[in-house]
């Protein structure tokens, strides 16, 4: 069974980082789609950045120059390197995991998905 558990969320002032972990059960790292979602309240979920099987990249707009996503095969990780963070970043904070193939990780149905952690920035 496939698990996902984020760590690394907290409240921060605007400007800062923080680093966001997702510990991923079993071998599938290496050959899904991995991807950081949010979740602010009262808003839908939004894809941030995903990472597929040859550890290629993409990122939603918003975000493009200051969050950067990971993984460590190894140890079975992926993060999310969040910089100059802003007010508007707040939100709870998802990975997921779907097979990697044909429709590529631009998508929103991942199957598997972690708890959620949460991200609070301040002004």
């Known amino acids: 069974q496939v698990q996902l558990v984020e760590s690394g969320g907290g409240s921060v002032q605007a400007g800062g980082s923080l680093r966001l972990s997702c510990e991923v059960s079993?071998?599938?790292?290496?050959?899904?789609?991995t991807a950081w979602f949010r979740q602010a309240p009262g808003k839908g979920r939004d894809r941030v950045a995903t990472?597929?099987?040859?550890?290629?990249?993409t990122y939603a707009d918003s975000i493009k120059g200051r969050f950067i996503i990971s993984k460590d095969g190894a140890k079975k990780n992926l993060y999310l390197q969040m910089n100059m963070l802003k007010p508007e970043d707040s939100a709870m904070y998802y990975c997921?995991?779907?097979?990697?193939?044909?429709?590529?990780?631009?998508?929103?149905?991942?199957?598997?998905w972690g708890k959620g952690t949460q991200v609070t920035v301040s002004s």
């Open positions: 997921a995991a779907v097979p990697d193939g044909y429709w590529g990780c631009e998508r929103d149905d991942y199957n598997y």
């Open positions: 079993g071998s599938i790292i290496s050959d899904y789609c």
């Open positions: 990472i597929n099987s040859r550890a290629l990249t």
